[in-house]
């Protein structure tokens, strides 16, 4: 069981390869996040993971899946990532 943000923040919930290359499973961020400036932030704190993880990977919030628009496509309806929210980040999974 994921354990509940602290207030003023979401959970992300990094699997597979997403959660070998931050070396954790989840982690609290502060919220609100616009969803278009997801990327960016975690770009910020792992540095490559949005080429080799991000850019592959599909999102959802709530479990339900988004799509991450670019950093600079602002718009009137902008995804807000909220507080106790929960954000999942899933690369493709191989098989074979």
Do not use: C, W
Request: net charge negative.
């Amino acid at each position: 069981m994921t354990p509940h943000p602290p207030k003023g923040h979401f959970n992300i919930l990094y699997f597979a390869s997403a959660g070998s290359y931050t070396s954790k499973n989840v982690e609290a961020l502060p919220a609100p996040l616009p969803l278009r400036k997801l990327f960016a932030t975690l770009e910020e704190r792992y540095k490559g993971i949005r080429a080799s993880v991000l850019d592959h990977s599909l999102v959802t919030i709530n479990l339900t899946y988004v799509d991450v628009p670019e950093d600079a496509a602002a718009g009137e309806r902008d995804v807000m990532i909220q507080d106790g929210d929960e954000v999942a980040i899933i690369p493709p999974v191989s098989s074979g």
